[in-house]
T-cell receptor
């Protein structure tokens, strides 16, 4: 079965703090893709990153970084020096390769509140 | 930058009425999807569509739902006889290369069934 677990329902931090959002996934496939999306209060889903299962290099984009560890089936997302504009729900998602399923499987999301 | 668009942004309907939600995917994309998100919950897959046919559908996507690509640009979701539990945000998405390619989402249509 494919599943994505985001155990943190809500996180509240003060501006400029670093924060890590956890994502744990389950899949039997050896080839798969992982994603993070941001859903700000306005409601749209904004793509942040896509990572395939063969690329375990960590990625950094500005204040955002992602840590992919196949050994623990985790794909965690860190925001450095958080800002109020980072307040949103963040979803981790999984897509399997090979045609067995043709969809994104989302986690339940983590609501991040950044206080000024 | 190309984006997925959806209309209307908010639709209010009476139970039992038919609704059509419209989407214009990114122009060079070939794979299309509908997802829904009940308020405060996670995003759930409804259906994927490629080459003018449904590739996969979820258990939610029963006989009351249908999708269509009536022309070269639009992609629609029809709910034949709406129920109260159909109230949700409906997102259209599209991807370019295949089902594991990045899916870009539209802004959503909030459907309220009274």
């Amino acid at each position: 079965a494919q599943k994505v677990t985001q155990a943190q329902t809500e996180i509240s931090v003060v501006e400029k703090e670093d924060v890590t959002l956890d994502c744990v996934y389950e899949t039997r496939d050896t080839t798969y893709y992982l994603f993070w999306y941001k859903q700000p209060p306005s409601g749209e889903l904004v793509f942040l990153i896509r990572r395939n299962s063969f690329d375990e290099q960590n990625e950094i984009s500005g204040r955002y970084s992602w840590n992919f560890q196949k050994s623990t089936s985790s794909f965690n997302f860190t925001i450095t020096a958080s800002q109020v504009v980072d307040s949103a729900v963040y979803f981790c998602a999984l897509a399997n390769y090979g045609g067995a399923t043709n969809k994104l499987i989302f986690g339940t999301g983590t609501l991040l509140a950044v206080q000024p | 930058e190309p984006e997925v668009t959806q209309t209307p942004s908010h639709q209010v309907t009476q139970m039992g009425q038919e609704v059509i939600l419209r989407c214009v995917p990114i122009s060079n994309h070939l794979y299309f999807y509908w997802y829904r998100q009940i308020l405060g919950q996670k995003v759930e897959f409804l259906v994927s569509f490629y080459n003018n046919e449904i590739s996969e559908k979820s258990e939610i996507f029963d006989d009351q739902f249908s999708v269509e690509r009536p022309d070269g640009s639009n992609f629609t979701l029809k709910i034949r006889s709406t129920k109260l539990e159909d109230s949700a945000m409906y997102f259209c998405a599209s991807s370019e290369a295949d089902f594991t390619d990045t899916q870009y989402f539209g802004p959503g249509t909030r459907l309220t069934v009274l």
